[in-house]
Nanobody, 127 residues
């Protein structure tokens, strides 16, 4: 059982920045950030996947956050990060980290494919 714990959420004004962290009790090759705003469906924000055979790392982003958010990881710390810059009010949501063994460009944002989830951290962006 992999346990995930998010931190770093908060309230900022539009144009501001936040960095979310997700610490995992065990490493999984594919880690992702999802978000869910009140009354809306959960959506994939970004994911990072490391191929254990080639050691190549791929990142995936939702179109709505490309150029503003950056996903990264520190494998020694089993920690994943989401640097969020130029935040907009529409980024307001509960952000969750999730993990699974494998993901690719076609499945990184499919929440039902992820077996491990954190409790979430709230991000609120005011205009």
């Amino acid at each position: 059982q992999v346990q995930l714990q998010e931190s770093g959420g908060g309230s900022v004004q539009a144009g501001g920045s936040l960095r979310l962290s997700c610490v995992a009790s065990d490493n999984r090759n594919c880690r992702a950030w999802f978000r869910q705003a009140p009354g809306k469906e959960r959506e994939g924000v970004a994911a990072i996947y490391t191929d254990v055979f080639t050691d190549d790392t791929n990142t995936f982003y939702a179109d709505s956050v490309k150029g503003r958010f950056t996903i990264s990881q520190d494998n020694y710390k089993n920690t994943m990060y989401l640097q969020m810059d130029n935040l907009k009010p529409e980024d307001t949501a509960m952000y969750y980290c999730a993990a699974r063994l494998h993901c690719d460009g076609g499945s990184w944002n499919v929440g039902t494919e992820f077996g491990y989830w954190g409790q979430g951290t709230q991000v609120t962006v005011s205009s």
